[in-house]
Every structure is written in structure tokens, then in C-alpha cells.
């Protein structure tokens, strides 16, 4: 260990910290768990990777960038973790195809603000401090996803370190397996260092939400899942309700949504079949510069948990699955839930083009609690009478909107057929599964 530490001295040019450091308390944490490593390295090179991983070889590893992983991944208790926040930049390299390479441990937040002046934008999530690579090689659910697809399928190139601290670079041409792979699996085959994204020209958007009296959940859900379904692919859009900050059973369902466009005739004939599905309470739709429409991220305190879980619904289960979900955010002990309409350009992309294998889903819904250990002790058993409710009406996992990772979360991200792939990968890629703090895929 100490010939290996001495090594690392030698080749490793970024931040080491170890407990007793000034920055330990802030470095050994992810943004929603706390975590004791024997020592965080922090890179501001490829190199500095190289030699991370390097060292890492036989240790339980973490590799973090944003750090927003609900199952706590970016940390660890007694092993290394590799922080990858120094290697951020956002470069335009083909400002004829828009092509934008990003570093591994960038922010959307970053991203957006560093494209504004290029008239550009990456079909992403919904929050500035979520973590580019976190999000991208679990999927990218965000406010262009109908019209522009999930984030990964704005990936064009990666640059990877893999288990053996060498570095490659993937793309449909080059190690077509390996880019198959890291578009829907995780970190299961190395670190991404780099990121080349397919970017679009945007406008102005507009972005906002519009409520309606929580009497009127079950006839506005549906008939905003109704309206989805032939909506323009401009128009993304969330409905929640049941937010405990709000009121719970008594808060409003809120259609959050943007329209992917300035032209405010054609936003208002695509806007306004949802505010006729009720009596609207609130409508704070405006038009703004895209990167305003990612939200600010929020800490928790240090007593508070948050526990998410997720699932698809198809095109036949959408009623079923409605139904039972607008009655459970009536009751006293309701989530928060949050439904996602996803479709449009997600489902135009083959099944098997990348191992996210939940391309045909209608829907996706998130149901959240937070709060001290108590509190989430008493939510749970009515949380799972909900899901119990559910699951004939359901399918698969969102693997960036949920807070286990157990076997059984890992079979429904990913189906039979897409594991046998990814395994085959893993092997090639990460034999000894190095990388296995993730949705992880034995090799």
C-alpha cells in the first residue's frame, strides 16, 4: 500500500485528501449521503484517471461527479473514491455539425450556461448541479425529451478509462460494443472522461407550470395523458401532486412543462388544451432562455432521506395505472408523485440502438418521500400497498429516479436479453468488476 501510495504521489497531479483534511468533511460525502473513504482523489487530467484507477485495482471504488445518485454511488466507507468535478470543460469542436465535447465531471447547469452564447442546447434533465455523466449513462429524462430524445442519444463519442487505466475512445464506429453499452449502462465499464454530444439551436422556451385543485386530480391526470398522446413533440411535461410541502392530499396537481419554441401563437394553440382540462388556480408560463428552465438543486439536511422509486407504464396500463395513483394522492400518508410523459422522439429510436431498454414506454412515475428515519418508517407500508396496487400495471425502472439497488432493481433496468449483452461487455471491459458501485453488471 505504501509503494502503491507512493506511486500514485508521483503520477497523479490533482487533489489527494484523506480523513484530517481541511476538506475531507465536504470531499468524503455525495449530495444526499454521507460517506467515510480512506482517501478522495480528485483529477484534473485523463492521466490523473489513468492513475487513479490504477491505484484503485482491488479496492471498492467510487467514481463521482455530481454526486446526485439517490443509492449514494459517488461514496463509499473505507475505500477510494475518484471525484471527477475538475474535469468540467465545455468546448464547441465542429460548430457546423454542433458538435460539444464535455468533460466527465461537468454540470448541466455548466453546460447550459456555457452553450447560451452558441444559440445551442443538449436534450438533458431538469437541475443545473446533476452531474452530465451520471445522468447520461443512466438515460436523460428532461425538458427536450420528446422533441430531442433522451441524453444519451445525443452522445456521439466518449473518451473512456477503462479497469486497466487505459484509455479509449467509443463511438458507433470505434469499439461499437463499448458505445452500445455505456448509453443506458451505467458506469459498469470505466469512467468517462469526455462526452461528445450532438447538439441542436435553440430559442427561447416557454417554461412554467399550471395548477389545478387537488379535487380535480383524477380529470385533469387523465386528461393531460389523454392530450400527450398526440400533443406536438415541442411539449414536454411533468404532472405532480400530493407534495407534502404543499399541502399533500390537499395540494394542486401541477403540469410542469415546456414548450420548445418562442413563437407565443404556436405555444399558446399547443398550451392551452391544458388549461381547459380544469379550473386553473395558478399559470406562471413564461417565455425564458432555456437554461433558466433548470432548477436549482436542493441539499437535504443531514437527518433528512429521500426515498424515490420508479416505473414505466405503457400505452394499455396508462387508465389503470392513473387511477390507482390519483387515488393514493388522496390519502392521508400520499407520496409525492410525479408523472413524466415521455414518448415522441424516446420511442422513435430502435429497442435494442442502446441499453435503455424502456424505449416504448407512454409514462414514467416517481414517488418520493423524505424526511428523518421515523418519518420514512411510517410512510413505507403505505408506500408499498401503492406499489403492490401498481405492479401489474407496470414495467422496468428509471435507474436516474430511484433510491435501491438491489438484484431485483438491476433485473427490471435492465431486461434478459440487454444484461446477456452488457455481461459480455463487462467481461471484455471490467473482468474483475472494479466498477461496481452502480446498477452493476456481474462480468
Not at 28 to 52: E, K, Y
Not at 128 to 138: E, H, I
Not at 263 to 279: S, Y
Not at 391 to 417: K, M
Request: aromatic content about 6%; overall charge negative; glycine content about 10%.
Amino acid at each position: 500500500m505504501t509503494s502503491a501510495l507512493e506511486k500514485l504521489r508521483q503520477e497523479f497531479g490533482g487533489d489527494i485528501i484523506q480523513p484530517g483534511a481541511a476538506e475531507y468533511e465536504s470531499a468524503s460525502r455525495s449530495l444526499l449521503t454521507p460517506g467515510s473513504p480512506a482517501m478522495v482523489l480528485r483529477p484534473r487530467t485523463v492521466g490523473d484517471v489513468c492513475a487513479a484507477v490504477t491505484f484503485a485495482a482491488g479496492k471498492v471504488l467510487s467514481v463521482r461527479d455530481g454526486g446526485h445518485g439517490f443509492p449514494g454511488f459517488g461514496t463509499n466507507d473505507g475505500g477510494l473514491v475518484i471525484d471527477l468535478s475538475g474535469l468540467a470543460d465545455v468546448e464547441v469542436v465542429d460548430s457546423e455539425r454542433h458538435i460539444v465535447r464535455i468533460g466527465g465531471g461537468a454540470t448541466w447547469g455548466q453546460v447550459a450556461v456555457a452553450l447560451a452564447p452558441h444559440g445551442l442546447a443538449i436534450s438533458a434533465g431538469d437541475t443545473k448541479d446533476v452531474g452530465v455523466g451520471g445522468l447520461t449513462l443512466a438515460g436523460g429524462i428532461g425538458w427536450k425529451v420528446r422533441k430531442y430524445g433522451l441524453a444519451l442519444d445525443g452522445v456521439v463519442a466518449a473518451e473512456v478509462v477503462t479497469a486497466d487505466g487505459e484509455v479509449v475512445r467509443t463511438s458507433a464506429a470505434e469499439r461499437p460494443e463499448l458505445f452500445w453499452a455505456i448509453r443506458g449502462g451505467g458506469g459498469n465499464f470505466g469512467i468517462v472522461t469526455a462526452f461528445d454530444f450532438a447538439a441542436h439551436p435553440t430559442t427561447d422556451v416557454f417554461h412554467g407550470r399550471i395548477a389545478f385543485p387537488a379535487t380535480e386530480v383524477a380529470t385533469v391526470l387523465n386528461g393531460w395523458s389523454d392530450y400527450m398522446r398526440t400533443a406536438p413533440e415541442e411539449l414536454t411535461s411533468v404532472a405532480s401532486f400530493a407534495n407534502p410541502m404543499a399541502g399533500g392530499p390537499k395540494a394542486p396537481i401541477e403540469i410542469h412543462l415546456v414548450f420548445d419554441g418562442d413563437d407565443e401563437k404556436r405555444a399558446a394553440t399547443v398550451l392551452d388544451p391544458i388549461r381547459e382540462l380544469g379550473t386553473v388556480v395558478d399559470d406562471d408560463v413564461a417565455l425564458k432562455p432555456y437554461g433558466e428552465t433548470l432548477m436549482d438543486g436542493v441539499v437535504p439536511p443531514p437527518a433528512v432521506r429521500i426515498v424515490n422509486r420508479s416505473a414505466f407504464v405503457d400505452h394499455d396500463s396508462v387508465s389503470d395505472a392513473l387511477r390507482i395513483l390519483a387515488d393514493a394522492g388522496a390519502s392521508e400518508h400520499a407520496p409525492l408523485i410525479a408523472v413524466r410523459s415521455v414518448g415522441g422522439a424516446v420511442a422513435r429510436v430502435p429497442d435494442d440502438a442502446t441499453a435503455y431498454a424502456h424505449r416504448q414506454a407512454e409514462l414514467m412515475f416517481v414517488t418520493t418521500i423524505a424526511g428523518p428515519p421515523p418519518v420514512l418508517d411510517a410512510g413505507r407500508p403505505p408506500l408499498e400497498a401503492l406499489w403492490a396496487s401498481l405492479a401489474p400495471h407496470t414495467d422496468g425502472l428509471y435507474a436516474n429516479f430511484t433510491s435501491s439497488a438491489t438484484d431485483e432493481d438491476v433485473a427490471a433496468i435492465y431486461p434478459p436479453e440487454t444484461y446477456r449483452r452488457l455481461a459480455a461487455v463487462k467481461r471484455q471491459y471490467d473482468p474483475d468488476n472494479l466498477f461496481a458501485r452502480n446498477y452493476n453488471i456481474r462480468p
